[in-house]
């Protein structure tokens, strides 16, 4: 498998955690902490897309500001992502669990927000052929 398709599946797996997220959020009642997953685990996807176009074999890890740091080497714009990786990295691990973590409309509505703006702005930086 080519690099180039290699890249192509992690942008397709990014693009169904996020369409995930945005059929989940049209339930009742709204299973608030898999959105918000669905929306962490959409910007880890891409972001990793974004380092293995890049040959950069992304670290195991949920963390997303680490990976849009390894980002900025290739395009210095990533800091604009900051906030989002931040606010989306709560929900890489502890909504799995239950207790962990309290999720409420407002925090799904930001980061459906958030995992939109992520995935745009790296999809327009990725350029395959």
Known sequence: MSNNEIVLEWIKYAKRDLDAAKYLNTMYPKPLEIICFHCQQSAEKILKA????NSITPPKIHE?????EMCLPFSSDFVELKVPCSFLSTYGVQPRYPYEIEVTDDDTKKALLYAEEIFEFVGNKLDIK
Do not use: D, I, W
């Not at 974004?50 to 176009?53: D, K, Q």
């Not at 997303?64 to 849009?68: D, E, F, G």
């Open 50 to 53: 974004f380092l293995l176009l």
């Open 64 to 68: 997303l500001n680490p990976l849009c």
